[in-house]
């Protein structure tokens, strides 16, 4: 990303300091942002930030918390992808927060069960790659589906709130998560491989 200061765009309010930037992403973006401190901006802190807009249909938003500059994709709250013909990976056009159903339609068809990308995939499985929305279905023969999804970036669902496949030790049959759950998408055990929950 290309940071330019806009000439005239700065502004004093009494001990507070506007100042105006222009970003110009490229193809290098991250998964959860791009990193922009107040540092970069000129600043010692960033207390509100206000966004324009651009052709490409993006929406802008900066986590002060964590310091990112945010670009996304408007998309429904429930996304019912039908794909054209695929081999056994397909890419997802949104990033996946939570993914509701897996059907194949064509070649392999019926129910499928997502799991880790770690995980062992077999007939029925489809492996999930969070970070870079590609599912790998363990069907060989599968040439379509229809996905079910939630897109990130919904409330609740956003990138820096995920935590992905969190691996604990079950003992007497349960285990204490690290994070609170608003879902879980799958439980599998990698001692003895296999989707119990989900």
Avoid at 3 to 10: A, F, H, I, N, Q
Avoid at 23 to 36: K, M, N, Q, V
Avoid at 58 to 77: H, P
Avoid at 96 to 115: E, L
């Amino acid at each position: 990303m290309t940071l330019t200061r806009v000439k005239g765009g700065e502004d004093v309010h009494g001990q507070r300091r506007s100042v105006l930037w222009l970003a110009t992403f490229d193809s290098s973006y991250g998964i959860g942002g791009e990193d922009l401190t107040p540092r970069q901006l000129g600043l010692s802190r960033v207390q509100r930030v206000a966004m324009g807009e651009d052709a490409s249909g993006l929406q802008f938003r900066y986590d002060i918390t964590n310091q990112k500059l945010l670009a996304m994709e408007s998309a429904a709250y429930l996304v019912d992808e039908v794909t054209g013909t695929i081999g056994t990976t397909y890419t997802l056009k949104y990033m996946p927060a939570y993914i509701v159903a897996i059907r194949g339609t064509a070649g392999s068809t019926g129910v499928k069960k997502p799991i880790p990308q770690a995980g062992t995939n077999a007939a029925g499985l489809v492996k999930v790659n969070w970070t870079t929305g590609v599912l790998t279905f363990g069907d060989a023969g599968i040439t379509a589906a229809r996905i079910l999804y939630v897109p990130r970036g919904l409330p609740g669902f956003q990138s820096t709130q995920m935590v992905v496949d969190e691996s604990v030790t079950v003992a007497a049959a349960s285990a204490t998560l690290a994070n609170v759950p608003l879902a879980v998408q799958y439980i599998y055990d990698t001692a003895a491989p296999g989707v119990y929950f989900q």
